[in-house]
C-alpha cells in the first residue's frame, strides 16, 4: 500500500485550462471522407503493408503486419476502399512525410470478425502477440508497443497506471476515467497479471476529483490490490520518471527502464485499449482526442486513427482569430506545419492558438543566473549552465552536465524571467550531438570500407605478382631443366614466393592504413576531437541502452525521443 | 511563426525581478532615514539618476536598444544599493563616481547585464574606501543631524567634518582597541552604541530583516545564502568572543552592525555574481562571511563585506563546478 507520497524536484503550476474541455462527454467523431493511416507506427518500428490499392477492406482488418523487434499491426479504422499506398507528412514538428494507406470509407463501418480472448485461459505468449496483431500501443503519447513493456512477466512489483494528465488543456484521460473506469481497470488487471505485478497503483492529479471518483468506484468490486492515489497537481508529475517518483519514491536514471526497478507504467488510456483488444477482440482504430483552446465547442472526441486533423476542427469550431494548432499541450507539443496530417494513436489533444491565448514571448535578456530555471527542474538539472554551453557548442561540457538527463518538460523556459527559450538550445544540441555521433559512424564506416578495399586491392596485387613469379621460376626450372633442378630452393620455391609477396603487400597496405588514419582526423581542430573523445567515451559508459542507442533517423525529432509528459 | 513548446510563459521578467527586490528594500531605507539620516533619499535619488543615465548612455554607444534595458531596472539596483552602503553624507560626487564605475566599468565593460563576474556595487565601495579612505569612514551619529547639515554636506558646503561626524560603530571598536588599553565592555558604554551594536543600527538591520524575508517569500531567493551567512557570522564571532570577550565584540554586536543584513540578503544573494548550486550557495555565503570577520577583525578595514564579496566573486565558478548537485536517478539511494 501507498503511504506517503514522494516529491520530485521542482516542477511548476501554469494554469489548467481543463474545464474548458472536460465538462462535456466524449462524442463520437463523425468518418471522415478519407483516413490516412500510417503505416510508421512509432519512431523505430513500420508496419508492413499487406494491402493493394484497390482493396476492400473491413473495420479492424489487418494492413500492416507487425515488423521488426518493436513492431505492432496496423488496421484499418473503418470499412471501404484502400485508394492509396503513398507518402503523406506526419504529425511531427518537422512535417515529414511516411508512408500512409489511404483508404475512402464506405460508410458502413462495417467489422471484421472479432476474436476476444480469455487470457487466464491462454498461453502468455499468445496473449502478447494478440496485443500486438490488435496494435496495441502506450496511448499517452509515446506509442510504445505494450506488448514489449510486459517484458517476460517476472521481477515487476508495481503496475503503476498513469492517469496524471498534467499538461494544461488536455482532458482525454480524465474523460476516459470518468466514463469508462471499469474498462480501463479491467485493461489494467489485465497487464497486472501479465506483467506478474503484485499491485495497481493509479496514480491520478488531485484537480480531477471526478476521475478519482469514477476510478475508485470501480476499483471496489476488483479483488486485485488496486490503489487509486490523488497525486499533488504539479506539471510534470504525469511524466512517467516523475509519476514513479510520486508514488513510489523510486528514482529512475536516464536511459534505464522502470523494469529494472521492478515498477512499470502505463497510460490509462493503454489499460483501456488493452481491455478492448481483449475482451472485445477489436484492435486500435480509435483513440479520444481533445479538441480545445480558442475555439467556441470544446470537448473529447472519439476519432478514428488516420483522421485528417482538418476534419476534426470543425467539430470544435475554432474562432476566427485562430493562427496556428498545436499537437499536444503547450508545454511539450508543437504547432502543426500541416493541417492534413492524421491522428495516430498517440495524439492526445488539438489545441487552437491565437496570439491572445498564446502570446508570443517577450524579447529575450541576458541570463541573469537568478536559478530559477534550476529550482523548476524536474530532472535536476542546471538548465542556465546547459544553455551557456549548448549556445557556445561545447557539447562535451553540455553533456557533462548531464544534457541528456533533460526530459524536455520546459519548466524552465517556463519560469525564466528573462524569456530564453532554454529548451530550444536542448533540443539543438541534443540533435547537433546525435548528428555529429551519426557522422563520425558514418566516417569510421567509410574508413572501414576504403581500408579494406585497399586491402583487397593490395592482395590481389600480390597474388597476381605471386602467380607471376611462380610462372617464371617454373618457366626458369623448365629451362634449368635437367638433372640437377628438381633440388628444392627454399628461396625459389614458388610457394614462397608467393608467401614472401604477400606479406610485403600486407605491409605495405598497413603502412597505408596508418598514413589513413591521422589524415581522417587531421582537419579537426584539437577542441572538436576532444569534444568527439568525450562524446565517444560518455556514450561506451553509458552503454545507452535500448531505446536510446539509434539516433533517430531524419524524420524522428527530439520530442518523439521523450517520454511525452501526461 | 516558428516558435517552439512551451508556449505559455510564467507571467515574469527580469524587470519584476528587480522591482521587488527595490520594494524589499524599502523597509530598510524607512528605517534608514527614520533613524540615522534622511540624506539617504537624497543619495539614493543621486545615485538612481547617475545610474540611468549612465546606462542610456553606455547602451547607445555600444549600438543597444536603451529603453529595455533601462526598464529592467537593474541598474536602479545597482544604485540603490551602493547609496545603502555609502557613508549617509558622502558628498555627491563620490556617490556618483562610484555608481559610474558600477555600471561603466563593472557592469557594461564586462558585457552588460548577467555578464559581469564582479558585484557592482561592491567594486564601487571597494573603490572608493580605497581611494577617499575618509571621507568614505565619517558617518553622522545616528539621527544626529538635521536633516539641513545632511544636505549641506551631501552637495559640498564646507565641511567641518570632525565635529559633527563620527566614526561607525565598527570603526569606533576597532579605533578603540588598537588605541589600546580599552576593552570591548568599555568602548560600548559610548554614546555612539545602542543596545546591540551601533545605535540605530540595530532597527536598520530589523528594516532589512523584513526586507529579506519578502524575497525570501516571493521566491526571488532562496534562504541557503542568507542563513550561511549570518550562521557563519555568529558562529565564529562566537568562538572569538568566547576565547577573549575583552579584545572581540559579541555574536549579537557583529550580526547588527554594519552592513550584516543588508549583506546576508541584498548582497551575497546577487544572483549574477555568486555561486547557483545550493550547495555553492551555502560554500559562497559562508566564505563572504568568514572573510568579512577576518577582515572586520584583523584586516585594514572597518568594513570587510565588500572585499570579502569581491573575493568569493572570484572563486564562483570553482564552487559552482565543485557543487554541481546530483541529477535525477543519479542520486545513489535505491538502485537496482
Ligand atoms: S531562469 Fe533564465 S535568467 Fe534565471 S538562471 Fe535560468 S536561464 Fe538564467
Ligand atoms: S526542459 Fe530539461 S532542463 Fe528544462 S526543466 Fe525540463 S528537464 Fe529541466
Known sequence: MISRLFKFHGGIKP??????????????????????????????????????????????????????????????????????????????????????????????????????????????????????????????????????????????????????????????????????????????????????????????????????????AAAEPLEHAIQIVPVPTLYPAGGEKQLIKVLTGIEIAHGRLGSAYGVQCFNVGTGHAVHRAIRAGEPVVSRVVTLTGNVSNPGNFEALIGTPIETLLPLAGPKADTNRYLLGGPMMGFALPDLSVPLVKGTNCVIAASDALFPPPPPELPCIRCTSCARACPADLQPFELYWFSRSHNFGKAQEYHLFDCIECGCCTFVCPSHIPLVDYFRFAKSEIWARERDIQAASEARNRFEFRNFRQEREKAEKAARLAAKAAETKAKIAKEPDAPSADPENSPADAKKALIAAALERAKQQKAAIEPKNTANLSPETQAEIDEIEARRQEQRLPELESTPPGPDEGASEKQEPVR | MTTFSPYIRKPTSVRQVMLTVLIALVPGIAVYAWQIGAGILVNLAIASLTAIAAEAVVLKLRGRPVLPAIGDLSAVLTAWLIALCFPTIAPWWITMIAVLIAIIVVKHLYGGLGQNPFNPAMVAYCSMIVAFPSLMSQWPPAGGLDFQTQLDLILGGARNIDAITGATALDALRTGLRSGETTVGSILQQSAFGALGGRGWEWLGLGYLVGGILLLSRRVITWHMPVAFLVTLATIATLFWLVNPAKFASPLFHLASGGAMLAAFFIVTDPVTGATTPRGKLIFAAGVALLAYLIRTFGAFPEGIAFAVLLMNLCVPIIDMKSQPAVFGHKGGRQP
Open chain 1, 15 to 216: 494554469d489548467s485550462h481543463k474545464s474548458e474541455s472536460a465538462d462535456f462527454p466524449i462524442r463520437p467523431a463523425p468518418i471522415p471522407p478519407q483516413l490516412v493511416v500510417p503505416l510508421r507506427q512509432n519512431a523505430r518500428a513500420i508496419a508492413h503493408c499487406i494491402v493493394e490499392p484497390g482493396e476492400r477492406v473491413l473495420k479492424g482488418q489487418r494492413i500492416g503486419k507487425a515488423q521488426g523487434a518493436l513492431g505492432t499491426a496496423v488496421h484499418a479504422p473503418t470499412s471501404g476502399t484502400v485508394v492509396e499506398i503513398t507518402n503523406r507528412p506526419m504529425a511531427h514538428p518537422s512535417g515529414l512525410d511516411t508512408r500512409c494507406v489511404v483508404i475512402e470509407p464506405d460508410g458502413e463501418d462495417r467489422w471484421i470478425e472479432r476474436h476476444p480472448i480469455d487470457p487466464l485461459d491462454t498461453d502468455r505468449a499468445v496473449t502478447l502477440a494478440h496485443l500486438r496483431d490488435a496494435g496495441v500501443v502506450g496511448m499517452g503519447g509515446a506509442a510504445f508497443p505494450s506488448h514489449i513493456k510486459l517484458g517476460d512477466g517476472t521481477g515487476i512489483e508495481t503496475l503503476i497506471l498513469n492517469g496524471a494528465e498534467c499538461e494544461p488543456w488536455i482532458t482525454c484521460d480524465d474523460r476516459l476515467m470518468r466514463e469508462r473506469a471499469a474498462a480501463i481497470l479491467d485493461g489494467a488487471v489485465i497487464l497486472c497479471d501479465l506483467i506478474g505485478a503484485r499491485r495497481i497503483v493509479v496514480g491520478i492529479e488531485d484537480n480531477k476529483p471526478e476521475a478519482i471518483a469514477a476510478m475508485r
